[in-house]
């Protein structure tokens, strides 16, 4: 089954048909070219044909009589910070930003993936980092789209900070 573009979303369409959920990681969202399968085993090739079209939470890919194919986003690890003021909030996103990380701003709260490194320099900059698995849903456009490999341990900012951090994990 090919996915040119999503048809609905769940949210503003619920509907009384059974769900097959397209699991996704939060990096996964903004592939334009990928082939996954359903829960039920379905094949899905999504095969965006304009640029930053980007898949979201209940996104509905296919419906007929019998069912609807939509859109799950699974939980991850991840960094989660509450600002305390507004300041607070446009300091951590600035900073975070500065470094090409993707940022997530859901509930009054600032996300973003989890890296150790990174975990390391918000406590040591005076901010509250907790670690937390939630889903990262709401991310922040941005002039570079985030991808994944299976580690966000890419930036020159990251391979210093581990060179520098403990061996201890």
Not at 91 to 100: A, R, W
Request: aromatic residues 8%; negative net charge.
């Amino acid at each position: 089954m090919i996915i040119n573009e999503t048809i609905g979303n769940l949210i503003q369409n619920p509907t009384t048909k059974p769900v097959d959920y397209l699991d996704l990681e939060w990096f996964e969202t903004t592939k334009r070219i990928q082939r996954k399968k359903t829960r039920l085993g379905i094949d899905i090739a999504i095969k965006f044909l304009r640029e930053g079209q980007r898949l979201r939470e209940g996104d509905i890919l296919f419906e007929d009589n019998e069912k609807v194919i939509a859109v799950n986003i699974m939980e991850t690890e991840a960094i989660v910070m509450s600002p305390v003021s507004l300041l607070e909030m446009g300091t951590v996103c600035y900073e975070i930003g500065n470094k090409h990380i993707p940022l997530f701003i859901q509930d009054d709260k600032v996300l973003l993936p989890f890296e150790m490194p990174m975990y390391r320099w918000l406590e040591a900059s005076g901010f509250k980092p907790e670690k937390q698995f939630v889903k990262l849903l709401n991310l922040l456009k941005s002039n570079v789209e985030p991808h994944g490999h299976g580690s966000l341990g890419s930036t020159i900012f990251t391979k210093i900070l581990k060179m520098a951090a403990p061996k201890d994990e």
